[in-house]
T-cell receptor, first 111, second 119 residues
C-alpha cells in the first residue's frame, strides 16, 4: 500500500531564504508525482508535475526533483516571499485513477 | 476555459438533511474525481468517472453518498441523511487521460472546493 509522508509538517522562514520541502513514498512504482499549493480554505493549485521517467521539473523559483529508487521528491523554493506562505502538498499517482496525497507542509514566510 | 468550478462553496446544514454539490470540470477533460479533505490532512479519494461511467468508489463512500456524471460533463455528489462526521471540504478534480491505456497520465486540476458543515 502506497504511503506518502511530508516532512516537516510546518516550517517558518524569513523572507529571502531558500528552502526545501521533502516528500517520501513507500512504493517506487509510481506513474507521476505532483506538487500542489493550498491556501487556507481554498482548493489545490498545481505547481509541478514530474512524470516517472523525469528527474526534475522547474517553474520560476520552484524546482522539484524525483528519485524513484529512494522514494523521495523535494520541492525547492528559491528566494522565498511572504506570498509563498501556504500548505504544500505532494501527491503520488500509482497508476490508473489512484493518487495518494501527503498531509502537507505548512509554510510561513516572515516579512 | 476558467478551470474546474464547484458550487456551492460553503454549505451549512443540520444533521439528517440531504446536500448536493456540483462540479464542472475543464471542458476537454475526460476524467473527473471527487476527494474529501479534513483539517490538517491531505485529500482522500472518494470516486472517479471516465466520461459518464463511474469506475471506482472508495470504501469511504458509504451508501449515503452518491455521485453522478450524467452526460460526461458536470458531476454531482449527493450526501443523504448527513452526519456530523461528514463535515469536510469536498474537492473535485479533472484530468485528461489517454483512452485505452488504463493509466492516468494527466495532470490533476482541482476546483476551489465545497466546504460542508453539519450541525
Amino acid at each position: 500500500k502506497q504511503e506518502v509522508t511530508q516532512i516537516p509538517a510546518a516550517l517558518s522562514v524569513p523572507e529571502g531564504e531558500n528552502l526545501v520541502l521533502n516528500c517520501s513514498f513507500t512504493d517506487s512504482a509510481i506513474y507521476n508525482l505532483q506538487w500542489f499549493r493550498q491556501d487556507p480554505g481554498k482548493g489545490l493549485t498545481s505547481l509541478l508535475l514530474i512524470q516517472s521517467s523525469q528527474r526534475e521539473q522547474t517553474s520560476g523559483r520552484l524546482n522539484a526533483s524525483l528519485d524513484k529508487s529512494s522514494g523521495r521528491s523535494t520541492l525547492y523554493i528559491a528566494a522565498s516571499q511572504p506570498g509563498d506562505s501556504a500548505t504544500y502538498l505532494c501527491a503520488v499517482n500509482t497508476g490508473g485513477f489512484k493518487t495518494i496525497f501527503g498531509a502537507g507542509t505548512r509554510l510561513f514566510v516572515k516579512a | 476555459d476558467t478551470g474546474v468550478s464547484q458550487n456551492p462553496r460553503h454549505k451549512i446544514t443540520k444533521r439528517g438533511q440531504n446536500v448536493t454539490f456540483r462540479c464542472d470540470p475543464i471542458s476537454e477533460h475526460n476524467r473527473l474525481y471527487w476527494y474529501r479533505q479534513t483539517l490538517g490532512q491531505g485529500p482522500e479519494f472518494l470516486t472517479y468517472f471516465q466520461n459518464e461511467a463511474q469506475l471506482e468508489k472508495s470504501r469511504l463512500l458509504s451508501d449515503r453518498f452518491s455521485a453522478e456524471r450524467p452526460k460526461g460533463s458536470f458531476s454531482t455528489l449527493e450526501i443523504q441523511r448527513t452526519e456530523q462526521g461528514d463535515s469536510a471540504m469536498y474537492l473535485c478534480a479533472s484530468s485528461f487521460n489517454l483512452i485505452g491505456t488504463g493509466e492516468s497520465t494527466g495532470e490533476l486540476f482541482f476546483g476551489e472546493g465545497s466546504r460542508l458543515t453539519v450541525l
